[in-house]
């Protein structure tokens, strides 16, 4: 059974970086896509980021692309969100999720394409 950790969130002003961990135990991540979704309120899960098992590849949405940076330590197996230039719009709760993969460009995009969750960090961005 995997579990997710997800530490690293809290208040920021807009501008400001925060960086969101991801610890992975009952499966090694250098097996695994993870990736990061996210949750306003009032609003529907979305895709925020993924990296590929290898760390070679990764994947974005378009409203973080640039500003974001996901990266892995499989010594650590772990993942990192680094969040640069924060927005208000990035108020979120953000959740790490992981799914089996063996490499490529990980678009999954949808929740149903991955497995395991983390409880969730908030992250909240003033302006």
């Known amino acids: 059974q995997v579990q997710l950790v997800e530490s690293g969130g809290g208040l920021v002003q807009a501008g400001d970086s925060l960086r969101l961990s991801c610890a992975a135990s009952?499966?090694?991540?250098?097996?695994?896509?993870m990736g990061w979704f996210r949750q306003a309120v009032g609003k529907e899960r979305e895709f925020v980021a993924a990296?590929?098992?290898?760390?070679?590849?990764?994947y974005y949405t378009d409203s973080v692309r640039g500003r974001f940076t996901i990266s892995s330590d499989n010594a650590k197996n772990t993942a990192y969100l680094q969040m640069n230039n924060l927005k208000p719009e990035d108020t979120a709760v953000y959740y790490c999720t992981l799914r089996p993969g063996i490499g490529g460009t990980p678009q999954y995009v949808r929740e149903s394409q991955w497995d395991s969750w983390g409880q969730g960090t908030q992250v909240t961005v003033s302006s």
């Open positions: 990296i590929n098992w290898s760390g070679t590849s990764t």
């Open positions: 009952g499966r090694a991540i250098s097996e695994s896509v």
